[in-house]
C-alpha cells in the first residue's frame, strides 16, 4: 500500500463526521478531515521540537517537591 492510498484511506475514514461536527455542520468533510489528519501528523512529528513549543508532561514524581514555609 502506497502512502498516497493509505492518506486517502484515513481521509475517507475521517470524513465520517463526529457528531458535534454533524451539528455544526461542514460544507465539504473530506477537506476538513484532510486538514485535520495534516495538523494531527505535524503535531505528532514535532513531539521532539522545542521544549516551549509541546506541552511538558511529568509524572508526580518527576516533580519539584513543595516548599515548606518557614515556622
Known amino acids: 500500500m502506497t502512502n498516497a492510498h493509505s492518506d486517502q484511506d484515513r481521509i475517507e475514514s475521517r470524513a465520517h463526521l463526529l457528531p458535534e461536527e454533524a451539528a455544526a455542520g461542514s460544507d465539504d468533510p473530506r477537506a476538513q478531515a484532510a486538514a485535520i489528519l495534516a495538523e494531527s501528523d505535524l503535531r ?28
Open 44 to 71: 505528532e512529528a514535532g513531539q521532539n521540537a522545542a521544549p516551549d513549543t509541546v506541552p511538558e508532561q511529568r509524572a508526580s514524581e518527576e516533580t519539584v517537591p513543595p516548599i515548606e514555609p518557614p515556622d
